[in-house]
């Protein structure tokens, strides 16, 4: 498909205050496009909305929340007149074995990866269907194969990954058009803070190439924004990731094969794993969300 210019575009990014949503919204507005920002880090988007290119504004919202995400919907459109993209990007993540995870990490998981981006969604197509836009969702490697200790994570994307194809096929005839984005782990504050433990760390390094390394965060965001001026249905980060839909039908009987030896190697070791929010975005999570409560 030919590409599609951003000249004059408005791009709504969830999840902007740092790592991919951020650097996509500094390429967006490169681009041409006005962008708008929503996550829980205010000074963090404001920090980032007024290093880009064109008109931009921020939003403080929680993607879990409808009447927030609602709002924002009908802001972002009486400050821009439009939204053309809407780029679902917030989400947490946290590691380590089940049966020893913190219940309330492990369900804020799936509320901010899948019920966040469902809500995201559900607010702004309406505005959607009025400029014939796009809905990008970003997914992961872990949406195409399941892995151990991260059952959450896997859930959470596996579940993007199903509900954006569904949509898809219910609002393509209004002109909207959805696609779902592909990352490996890819160098973001995530990824560094599931790193910092030990035995994550050292079980990522174990997997086969290429799923073992982490990849620069800036050509992953390119491949991004080439997918969004293109509207695609699949947009990968990295270039083998297409290479995966083909062999995914295979993948869980082998990690679980592979999975089990790897488990009772590390099995001393586990539990010492943290079962907490990672990286700074996870932190920026708890700290709304204990903010909210007091």
Known sequence: MSRMSLEGQVAVVTGAARGVGEQLARKLSARGAAVA?????????KEVSGRLHHDSAH????????E???RVAREVK??????????ANAGVATGGPFADSDPAAWRRVIEVNLIGSAVTARAFLPVLAESRGYLLQIASLAALTPAPMMTAYCASKAGVE??????????????VRVGVAYLSWTDTDMVR?????DVMRELRQRLPWPSNKTYPLGPAVDRIVAGIERRSAHVYG????????????YLPALIGTVGQREMKRFAPRLRGVSSGLVGAGGAADEAARATHRN
């Not at 920002?37 to 988007?45: F, I, N, Q, S």
């Not at 199903?162 to 002109?175: D, I, N, P, T, W």
């Not at 990295?238 to 039908?249: F, I, S, T, Y």
């Open 238 to 249: 990295q270039w083998w990731l297409r290479g995966m839909q083909g062999v995914r039908g």
């Open 37 to 45: 920002l929503v996550g829980l880090e205010e000074e963090a988007l």
């Open 162 to 175: 199903a509900y954006a194809h569904s949509l898809r096929a219910e609002v393509g005839h209004q002109g």
């Open 193 to 197: 803070g599931a790193d910092s433990d």
């Open 68 to 70: 927030a995400m609602s």
């Open 78 to 87: 009486e400050r821009f007149g439009k939204v053309d993209i809407v780029v």
């Open 59 to 66: 939003w403080y919202a929680d993607v879990t929340d409808h």
